[in-house]
């Protein structure tokens, strides 16, 4: 059975879609650790509520640390396999990256590779900008990271189609709910890929 860590600053809605998963025997996993930068993070009590350890790291606990080195330590004595980003708001460094290598999976709210990409693009940003150009379509890119933002080999993507009279808001609805799909296929593709 692969692990998976979770790093998130927020809710962690993501992380709970796959544990529902996970429960429902769709994937084959278990979440083993999740990590926040944010003390007040929402996914500190969803972590609790499913019996997972949980950690805060960041720079004011940890002054004089190198955070990323600690995010990396920690993820590697749970032995995770895979690390999902559940809206995870830091840029991922050297250590995590050469650590896992090809195993830490992002999802995106914009299809990639594209100008709704890279830094300041997400959440509603990433709406907003493709409602605004008249884009006929937007969806969900799942994708490995990597250096640079938004850059790394993709897993999947789904697609949908603006609606005539799309906000921002309802497209962020609609690509939330398709996230949610989204999401459990593409860790079913990474879990049945064989871990070198």
Do not use: W
Not at 12 to 27: D, M, V
Not at 61 to 71: G, R, V
Not at 160 to 185: F, G, H, P, Q, Y
């Amino acid at each position: 059975m692969k692990k998976i860590g979770i790093l998130a600053s927020y809710n962690g809605s993501g992380f709970e879609i796959i544990q529902k998963a996970i429960e429902q025997g769709i994937l084959d996993a278990k979440v083993c650790v999740i990590i926040t930068n944010n003390s007040n993070a929402g996914v500190l009590e969803k972590a609790s509520k499913y019996g997972i350890e949980s950690f805060v790291i960041n720079k004011n606990l940890f002054p004089d640390e190198n955070l990323d080195l600690k995010i990396a330590q920690t993820l590697k004595k749970f032995d995770c396999d895979y690390i999902f980003l559940s809206g995870y708001m830091k840029k991922i460094e050297e250590n995590l990256l050469k650590t896992f290598p090809k195993k830490i999976i992002n999802t995106h709210p914009a299809i990639l590779p594209s100008i709704y990409g890279g830094a300041g693009m997400y959440g509603h940003f990433v709406h907003e900008a493709v409602v605004k150009n008249g884009e006929k379509k937007s969806g969900v890119t799942i994708h490995y990271i990597d250096e640079n933002y938004d850059e790394g080999e993709t897993i999947l993507i789904k697609e949908l189609e603006l609606n005539e009279n799309e906000t921002a808001e309802s497209l962020e609805n609609r690509i939330k709910e398709l996230e949610k799909t989204a999401i459990v296929e593409a860790f079913k593709v990474v879990l049945d890929k064989k871990i070198k």
